[in-house]
Nanobody, 121 residues
Framework: VQLQASGGGLVQPGGSLRLSCAASGSIFSISNMGWYRQAPGKQRELVATATSSGNTNYVDSVKGRFTITRDNAKNTVYLQMNSLKPEDTAVYYC????????????????WGQGTLVTVSS
């Protein structure tokens, strides 16, 4: 299984970016998908998660600015980031809890390679 993240870049404060993360490989089903971020010198933190049924959860600092969505048919999760602030600067990682087959009921968490978001004027 691979998670391929894209969409990072340099943006001015107040700007927007959209991150994408597509899962591929041996996938029977995916439960939670999410985005995490790690700023320089800080621990990785949860940004947003979305269940397969569409329930979402956000860290307080991004509520009202970021929106997580999923395309279950494409095994893809998105993060629309609006009103970006310098403190949003970080490497963003996607994650997915994946079940590999109908006969295997366990889920395993996979991570994408990270995409850098820099918010600066």
């Amino acid at each position: 299984v691979q998670l391929q993240a894209s969409g990072g870049g340099l943006v001015q404060p107040g700007g927007s970016l959209r991150l994408s993360c597509a899962a591929s490989g041996s996938i029977f089903s995916i439960s939670n998908m999410g985005w995490y971020r790690q700023a320089p010198g800080k621990q990785r933190e949860l940004v947003a998660t979305a269940t397969s049924s569409g329930n979402t959860n956000y860290v307080d600092s991004v509520k009202g600015r970021f929106t997580i969505t999923r395309d279950n048919a494409k095994n893809t999760v998105y993060l629309q980031m609006n009103s970006l602030k310098p403190e949003d600067t970080a490497v963003y990682y996607c994650s997915a809890m994946i079940r590999h087959s109908e006969s295997n009921y366990s889920f395993r968490t996979y991570w994408g390679q990270g995409t850098l978001v820099t918010v600066s004027s």
